[in-house]
């Protein structure tokens, strides 16, 4: 949590002396995280339909109806912008084309400044840029475990290769996940129609379900990580499960008996459902709602590649194993990005609007304390912090630049928190346990 060097009195800093977490010598005031918060922006002479950047005020009348992002952009209606609009690289050029309608007082958190200059050094440093022949590597490898996948499914007749085949393929959905996440974040080209086709090869031709399905959440996952508006029933949707509460502000809603159920029960259950039931899921989920015709001539392909191999197995039996293997150790892999959020802080969107965008992407994310050279394994996003805070960084780089990260934080008292993968599993789970026990039954 931020920490609180302001003395606080019913909810209000009192400090008054100019070290408020505001770093505006003005008071404060601290949520029940012990979160920093600043004034709302006064939007009462605010046309409607505009969003803030950098003290002015532009009109997205016309714009939000094709913002790349998405309905996201009504979050940030009537609200300050400034940090998510860098965070994500736009071109401030765009702004020039955008019709101007007013000015608000801008209210900063002291961080923010530093991780600014931070953003500064890190482009001079070149880690905004794509290093070709890195990915070219990285194709390389989510290919091979397809080609040692196949091979071990055609060129031998025995049971145990064959489901070994089925674990060299979860491999590369794996990596094709990794490479679809750059592509949807336009950071390996950076030109959005390209990357999004690369994204979309990997992505749903390989790994199966509908990249821009996951984009559209993933990008709004990013933009208001954890947060939750229960008057509209809106969480962040990368968040949200029918089947447990990761925190307790999400109670509200949850109702029957059954979710009570399934939320009393949801440190038992978290682990099995991940494995056994993840990729199932995410497989469903996309293909419910995706209405692109191109995601879903990609879809075709998956399948169309899958029953191919499915069908070099000698019997239903074998097939349907196979398959159940691939599924639960491709499932193992979902743990990681769920370890980064699951067990970190939750805020309503009130509450988000007032906080630090940088600081809150710091607080609701964990990193994953691995060696260097499995950093494969992870994607890179076992960096998850520097991945929220800097989401347009090359993944090649979120290494190098934790410790710098790690400074920033340490500086303004913010836990940057990063553990081993059983550790992170095991606060997860204990986390699951304490949340599910708090959880009173109420009637839908
Ligand atoms: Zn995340
Ligand atoms: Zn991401």
Known sequence: MVRQECTVENGH???????????????????????????????????????????????????????????????????????????????PAFLKRVKQVGRYKMAQHACDADFEKLR???????????????????AFVA????????????????????????????????????????????TMTRQRIKDQFIGTFFGTVGFGMSSHWWHDEHIIHHIVTNAIDVTTKFVD???????????????????????????????????????????????????????RWY????????WTWMIAL????????????FYVILACVEGLFHFQLILSHYCKAFITMDEFHQVSWNAFQVLSNMNLHTY?????????????????????MARKHLRTAGPYVKAVCEKHGIDYEMLSFVDALKKTLSHMKRVGAAYKYQSG
């Open 13 to 91: 800093c009192v400090t008054g002396n100019g070290d408020c977490m505001t770093g505006n010598g003005k008071c404060a005031m601290i949520n029940s995280d012990g979160l920093a918060l600043v004034s709302p922006i006064d939007v009462s002479d605010m046309p409607s339909e505009a969003v803030g950047i950098d003290g002015v005020w532009y009109d997205v009348t016309q714009f939000k109806k094709i913002h790349p992002g998405g309905p996201i952009i009504d979050q940030y209606i009537g609200k300050d912008a400034s940090t998510v609009f860098r965070a994500f690289n736009h071109d």
């Open 120 to 138: 500064q050094y890190f482009t001079e440093r070149g880690f905004f840029e794509t290093d070709y022949v890195w990915y070219v590597m990285k």
């Open 143 to 186: 290919m091979s475990w397809f080609i040692a996948g196949v091979t071990a499914v055609l060129a031998f007749d025995n049971f145990y290769i064959h489901m070994l085949g089925a674990v060299l393929i979860a491999f590369f959905f794996q990596q094709s996940g990794f490479i679809m996440h750059d592509c949807m974040h336009k």
């Open 237 to 291: 949707p990368q968040m949200w499960e029918l089947s447990w509460a990761q925190n307790e502000k999400l109670f509200p809603l949850f109702s029957g008996i059954f979710q009570y159920l399934c939320i009393k029960i949801q440190h038992i259950t978290f682990v099995p459902f991940v494995v056994a039931i993840g990729r199932y899921e995410i497989l469903t989920d996309s293909y419910r709602v995706e209405r």
């Open 295 to 302: 995601e879903w001539i990609a879809i075709v392909l998956h």
């Open 310 to 321: 499915l069908s070099q197995l000698p019997s239903w039996r074998e097939r349907a194993i």
């Open 372 to 392: 260097k050279f499995m950093d494969w394994y992870y994607g890179g996003l076992n960096f998850h912090i520097e991945h929220h805070l800097y989401p347009k």
